[in-house]
């Protein structure tokens, strides 16, 4: 039997979810190590660099640690949609789909986004702390909170966009 050219297409895609898989999980300890390596310099009892900048740019690499997980899984699940249509007529690669549980999948695509969620709303908490008047913690913390509801809305809707089929005739 002659070798289907798609399956090209297949192995390449694989490449990229292999490289893309392996982004998220060096991107986790290394921004989860950042913030919290900025956690320590704003807690520091020496003579630390302003708090409100610490805490700007701990607020500031949360999100663009969010926004690069929501990306990247955004990424990861249209091509395993995209994958799964060929595997459906392609027996030969049902193996390499055989192992992917929709529940665990969406477990570890929370998992890998929420610590993020909760050091932005660290930070914001932090930051709002350093240029508002004392006594309004409470506010503030149901602030960030419904701001990290809104994140979570958002990326959710980002990853449930990318697991649909695209509109007919594009």
Known sequence: MPPDPADDAVRETLAFIRAHSSIRF???PFFLGAIAALAKVYYDVGVPPSKTLVATTG?????VAGTIEVVLSRNLIAWWRALDRHF???PHWRMVRAHRAPGALTAARWTLFLPYVAAFVFWLVQ???CVAPAGRGGA???FALLLALLLCSGAGAVWRRAAQEPPSGT
């Open 26 to 28: 060096i991107a986790l």
């Open 59 to 63: 607020l500031g690499l949360s999100v």
């Open 88 to 90: 459906a007529g392609a």
């Open 127 to 129: 930051l709002v702390g």
């Open 140 to 142: 503030v913390l149901v």
